[in-house]
T-cell receptor
Framework: GESVGLHLPTLSVQEGDNSIINCAYS??????FIWYKQESGKGPQFIID?????DKRQGQRVTVLLNKTVKHLSLQIAATQPGDSAVYFC???????????FGSGTRLLVRP | KAGVTQTPRYLIKTRGQQVTLSCSPI?????VSWYQQTPGQGLQFLFE???????NKGNFPGRFSGRQFSNSRSEMNVSTLELGDSALYLC????????????FGSGTQLSVL
């Protein structure tokens, strides 16, 4: 089905290091992008979003980068903590579409 | 403000039965989306409703249906259940039908035996 792809299914990082999760999207008409975090037994939780008129947006310990030229999205987590261990999804939407399309997810494992 | 509420949390059914799942969106949100999540397929879009109208539908058979009420609450129904319907069904809401983040509930875990 329709999907936004991810480069790495599992990412293992040392506690305190920075994490980078990548995502490729295929619809050039997409103009709104979101990162979600999902912990076991819970629904996806919003982390950060970015619109296509920006190429970078920062939150608390997280940064999203958008490269429209190569249709690539990344999530950077600074000083990764054990509580960051989860599955991360990117998602895309366009003004003309009513559906948010999700990538297949990347599992982030934080080693103590 | 209360989050998205889904009931029931867990459900066990047998093949051939039907099931109805319920979702109450965040107060003031008129757009409700449903997703199916399985380990192998990730998050697959089922449908989205806005102001009681289905605006978009994913690639699922007609056994999957839904509706939205005037108070924005939504239900989805699966008839003639198959083993492959076992999944986590997630409901999400947002204020606008496009280009706005979705807020998810905890989901209904459906097991079909």
């Amino acid at each position: 089905g329709e999907s936004v792809g991810l480069h790495l299914p599992t990412l293992s990082v040392q506690e305190g290091d920075n994490s980078i999760i990548n995502c490729a999207y295929s619809n050039s008409a997409s103009d709104y992008f979101i990162w979600y975090k999902q912990e076991s037994g819970k629904g996806p939780q919003f982390i950060i979003d970015i619109r296509s008129n920006m190429d970078k947006r920062q939150g608390q310990r997280v940064t999203v980068l958008l490269n429209k030229t190569v249709k690539h999205l990344s999530l950077q987590i600074a000083a990764t903590q054990p509580g960051d261990s989860a599955v991360y999804f990117c998602a895309e939407n366009s003004e003309s579409s009513y559906k948010l399309i999700f990538g297949s997810g990347t599992r982030l494992l934080v080693r103590p | 403000k209360a989050g998205v509420t889904q009931t029931p949390r867990y459900l066990i059914k047998t093949r051939g039965q039907q099931v109805t799942l319920s979702c109450s969106p965040i107060s003031g949100h008129r757009s409700v989306s449903w997703y199916q999540q399985t380990p192998g397929q990730g998050l697959q879009f089922l449908f989205e409703y806005f102001s009681e109208t289905q605006r978009n539908k994913g690639n699922f058979p007609g056994r999957f249906s839904g509706r939205q009420f005037s108070n924005s609450r939504s239900e989805m129904n699966v008839s003639t259940l198959e083993l492959g319907d076992s999944a986590l069904y997630l409901c999400a809401s947002r204020g606008r039908p496009t280009n706005e983040k979705l807020f998810f509930g905890s989901g209904t875990q459906l097991s079909v035996l």
